[in-house]
């Protein structure tokens, strides 16, 4: 069994500005060598996630630990090293990329600034490596990014995060904004360098058929906590939380339906924080899915998060 690369240990974050909690005493181990999906619907805290991982949001509580280390996000030379083993690839290659950089300097950045120890020879053939990992021509190396199409650009900003060969890519909805016919190449690719380069990868997507296709294992989340978490196999086709069953249930469906009829004596229960995050929308909720948060259930490495736990 691989060895776990990333482990977050009950991390929570709140938005002080709106007092919004988007990660509430958040649990997940990341394998090496695997892609792990991170799905729920939109305000779940994935994105969240993503960047507390990479040092882009600090969170109040908790522990993340890479390759084993406790990583302690207010030194400067953690962050450095924490930033040469993860590295991100953002939503939107038109805004994640500078228009006025060529590719090569674009792939230099990293290497600049996490590198500084090789030499420019060094740093020439780094570039020329991934670019061809990225399945990029060389002559697009003096191209600006304003003038490539929306998947070269994400091939460059996946470069521009393999360039210093980091062991983790977290990958936050990589292919949303990208043309249906040109999502699937980016898909493969994302798949060839995690075979190749033994990488691990945090897949973030609304989308549950793009994770079908790419992920080993899904972690599902609503409101800052997992629901469940299982191989794809588990997830997809034996689903234990209603959540989980929930979002399967809706990827067919066009049209906009109500949501479950739930019962006006559990209406009124207020909930708090502790409860269930599903509780009133779950036609399976009881009184205490409003007020008590459920106990683990465990089938082998499948593990998920409620009352009604069969």
């Keep these: 069994m691989n060895k776990d690369i990333i482990k977050i240990e009950n991390v929570s974050l709140t938005y002080k ?35 507390a991982i990479i040092g882009l949001e600090k969170f109040d509580e908790g522990n993340i630990y890479l390759d084993g280390e406790n990583l302690d996000y207010s030194k ?4 450095k090293k924490l930033r040469e083993n993860i590295q991100m690839v953002f939503q939107d290659p038109y805004l994640s990329l500078d228009p006025s950089m ?32 990225i399945d990029l021509d060389i002559n697009f ?12 650009r994400q091939r460059v900003g996946i470069a521009r995060a393999l360039a210093i060969t980091p062991k983790v890519l977290i990958c936050d909805e990589p292919v949303s904004s990208l043309d ?16 190749d380069l033994n990488l691990s990868l945090i897949f973030i997507s609304h989308d549950l058929s793009v994770v079908n296709y790419i992920a080993d294992r899904v972690c599902v989340m609503l409101k800052g906590k997992v629901c469940e978490i299982g191989s794809k196999d588990d997830i997809f086709n034996n689903p234990k939380h209603p959540y989980s069953k929930f979002l399967l249930e809706s990827v067919p469906k066009i049209q906009i339906e109500e949501e479950n009829e739930i019962s006006d004596d559990l209406m009124e229960i207020e909930y708090n924080e502790k409860g269930c995050p599903f509780y009133n929308r779950c036609e399976l909720a009881s009184e205490i899915c409003a007020k ?16 009604n736990n069969k």
């Excluded at 190396?141 to 070269?152: A, F, I, P, V």
């Excluded at 249906?180 to 075979?195: D, E, H, M, R, Y």
């Excluded at 008590?292 to 009352?307: A, G």
């Design 180 to 195: 249906v016919s040109v999502q699937a190449g980016i898909l493969n690719l994302l798949k060839n360098l995690k075979k």
């Design 102 to 133: 060529s590719v090569k300097n674009i792939i230099n950045e990293p290497l600049k600034y996490l590198k500084a120890g090789l030499s420019k020879e060094e740093k020439e053939k780094r570039i020329l490596e991934v670019m061809k990992l």
């Design 17 to 51: 500005n709106t007092n919004t909690k988007a990660l509430d005493d958040f649990s997940l181990k990341v394998k090496e060598n695997e892609i792990l999906g991170l799905v729920g619907e939109s305000g779940c805290g994935k994105s969240t996630l993503g960047r």
């Design 292 to 307: 008590e948060f459920p106990k683990v259930s465990r089938e082998n490495e499948h593990i998920w998060y409620c009352h």
């Design 76 to 79: 400067e030379s953690e962050l």
């Design 141 to 152: 190396l003096d191209r600006k990014s304003k003038e490539m199409s929306g998947g070269q």
